[in-house]
Nanobody, 120 residues
């Protein structure tokens, strides 16, 4: 199994910054994709950003130029640096990791979610 531990959410004023972290642990052989999704009340879950094992990144149009995703392969950790935050960024952010376990099984894991609230 693969477990995820998220941190870094909170309340921030518009224009502020937050950094989310998600550390994966367990019987991990390798990690393919690490990403962040978010879901606001009454809205569907959407991809915010993801990063592959070779460092290729994908961003939602709404966060391009403001958010940066990165990963530390040695620590099995993915980060989401969020700058110039807007009220519409308010949501529960969840980490997603697609890993290969030590038994060579593919494991799709989700974090518990962390609340990000952008408000004055």
């Amino acid at each position: 199994q693969v477990q995820l531990l998220e941190s870094g959410g909170g309340l921030v004023q518009p224009g502020g910054s937050l950094r989310l972290s998600c550390a994966a642990s367990g019987s991990i052989f390798s990690i393919n994709v690490m990403g962040w999704y978010r879901q606001a009340p009454g809205k569907q879950r959407e991809l915010v950003a993801r990063i592959t094992s070779d460092g290729s990144t994908t961003y939602a149009d709404s966060v391009k130029g403001r958010f940066t995703i990165s990963r530390d392969n040695a620590k099995n950790t993915v980060y989401l640096q969020m700058n110039s935050l807007k009220p519409e960024d308010t949501a529960v952010y969840r980490c997603n990791v697609v890993a290969v376990t030590s038994l060579r099984a593919t494991w799709n894991s989700w974090g518990q979610g962390t609340q990000v609230t952008v408000s004055s």
